[in-house]
């Protein structure tokens, strides 16, 4: 029988973090605007519970709770937006966003989150560990805002596929085996701003660590971090682990990298080693390697366009994408059935 696959073990640790060093990595992740968004940009988001169409409560995540009827909106558009709502249409609670300058919306159903939890203990099996439990909430909520009784705005994850447990562990095992160590350090004025390790024991990682036990044995830096960096992913192998996959990079650029949609911009940095990745699993190697050959034929489809006589490389353009589609199977995005770096920018641009 196969052991099913979890985040993190029971007795799992958490050392190193500062306030301001917890801080810093919480930042990391926030969602933000491109800079010349940023000041113009709605903040926050709206909540609505309804029933039957009407608005029984709404509640902004800024300004706290707000009077239903202040949002109703004149006669003639009242039944349209009833039902609307009713049907978990995406429309009305787009509406009700703008209205309250939101960027973002959510739509239930009165009686839908008791909905949820009912599902949720009736499939639940005593033995489900915290990734199986994680991926059946997620496909609930996914069932019931298709059957209407969620509403969600905007829909940055539609058509993502949920995977399955043996998915995440199949991928797991591809970037870090059992025994090493995942690191990611940051590097920011010549200093180690952050930085983050998970050791891996069986299934899960036992040990999530920050980087104030890794400053010491550092020690002073040269204010290069090519060549510092070194010095971080030596702190973690005689501290905590061998490791299997680590990711380096100034703080700029990694937080530039999080949001750029073009495509090759990973490969780009790391083959001018504005990030270096070391060491690189197989399947994080062939993932760059794809989204490098994915920009070249991007490119190369635009010129044939542009340039007639180029037109009989059409053939040979397809080829290549064929070729690219029989050995995706070996890289993370087909392993998970999505591209992760594609749903990071869509959960943090704004």
């Given at each position: 029988?196969?052991?099913?696959?979890?985040?993190?073990?029971?007795?799992?640790?958490?050392?190193?973090?500062?306030?301001?060093?917890?801080?810093?990595?919480?930042?990391?992740?926030?969602?933000r605007a491109a800079p010349d968004r940023a000041?113009?940009?709605?903040?926050?988001?709206?909540?609505?519970?309804?029933?039957?169409?009407?608005?029984?409560?709404?509640?902004?995540?800024?300004?706290?709770?707000?009077?239903?009827?202040?949002?109703?909106?004149?006669?003639?558009?009242?039944?349209?937006?009833?039902?609307?709502?009713?049907?978990?249409?995406?429309?009305?609670?787009?509406?009700?966003?703008?209205?309250?300058?939101?960027?973002?919306?959510?739509?239930?159903?009165?009686?839908?989150?008791?909905?949820?939890?009912?599902?949720?203990?009736?499939?639940?099996?005593?033995?489900?560990?915290?990734?199986?439990?994680?991926?059946?909430?997620?496909?609930?909520?996914?069932?019931?805002?298709?059957?209407?009784?969620?509403?969600?705005?905007?829909?940055?994850?539609?058509?993502?596929?949920?995977?399955?447990?043996q998915v995440l562990r199949r991928t797991l095992?591809?970037?870090?085996?059992?025994?090493?160590?995942?690191?990611?350090?940051?590097?920011?004025?010549?200093?180690?701003?952050?930085?983050?390790?998970?050791?891996?024991?069986?299934?899960?990682?036992?040990?999530l660590a920050g980087p104030d036990e890794l400053?010491?044995?550092?020690?002073?830096?040269?204010?290069?971090?090519?060549?510092?960096?070194?010095?971080?992913?030596?702190?973690?192998?005689?501290?905590?682990?061998?490791?299997?996959?680590?990711?380096?990079?100034?703080?700029?650029?990694?937080?530039?990298?999080?949001?750029?949609?073009?495509?090759?911009?990973?490969?780009?940095?790391?083959?001018?080693?504005?990030?270096?990745?070391?060491?690189?699993?197989?399947?994080?190697?062939?993932?760059?390697?794809?989204?490098?050959?994915?920009?070249?034929?991007?490119?190369?489809?635009?010129?044939?366009?542009?340039?007639?006589?180029?037109?009989?490389?059409?053939?040979?353009?397809?080829?290549?994408?064929?070729?690219?589609?029989?050995?995706?199977?070996?890289?993370?995005?087909?392993?998970?059935?999505?591209?992760?770096?594609?749903?990071?920018?869509?959960?943090?641009?704004?």
């Open positions: 029988m196969l052991a099913r696959p979890a985040v993190l073990t029971p007795d799992v640790r958490f050392e190193g973090w500062t306030t301001e060093d917890w801080l810093r990595f919480l930042r990391l992740w926030q969602p000041a113009a940009r709605p903040r926050g988001g709206v909540v609505v519970v309804h029933d039957e169409g009407e608005v029984l409560k709404l509640l902004h995540t800024v300004h706290g709770r707000l009077d239903p009827a202040s949002s109703r909106p004149p006669a003639a558009e009242a039944d349209s937006r009833a039902l609307a709502l009713r049907t978990g249409q995406v429309s009305a609670i787009v509406q009700l966003a703008r209205a309250h300058e939101a960027s973002w919306a959510l739509g239930v159903r009165l009686g839908a989150l008791d909905e949820i939890m009912e599902r949720f203990g009736a499939r639940a099996r005593r033995g489900d560990d915290l990734t199986a439990q994680s991926l059946m909430l997620v496909g609930i909520v996914r069932e019931m805002i298709a059957e209407g009784a969620i509403a969600a705005w905007p829909q940055r994850l539609r058509g993502v596929p949920v995977p399955t447990a095992d591809a970037l870090c085996a059992d025994g090493r160590a995942i690191a990611l350090g940051l590097f920011d004025a010549g200093e180690l701003w952050t930085a983050f390790v998970a050791r891996r024991r069986g299934a899960a990682f036992d040990l400053r010491p044995a550092i020690g002073l830096l040269s204010g290069d971090w090519r060549r510092d960096y070194r010095h971080v992913a030596r702190a973690v192998e005689e501290r905590y682990a061998p490791l299997g996959f680590g990711c380096f990079a100034e703080l700029g650029t990694f937080r530039s990298l999080q949001i750029d949609a073009r495509p090759g911009a990973w490969s780009r940095a790391a083959a001018v080693r504005d990030v270096v990745i070391a060491p690189m699993p197989a399947a994080v190697g062939m993932a760059l390697g794809l989204d490098g050959v994915r920009y070249a034929l991007r490119g190369l489809v635009a010129l044939t366009g542009r340039i007639g006589p180029l037109a009989v490389v059409g053939p040979v353009v397809g080829a290549a994408r064929a070729g690219i589609a029989r050995v995706t199977g070996k890289d993370v995005g087909a392993m998970l059935g999505f591209d992760p770096m594609a749903v990071l920018r869509a959960l943090l641009e704004r």
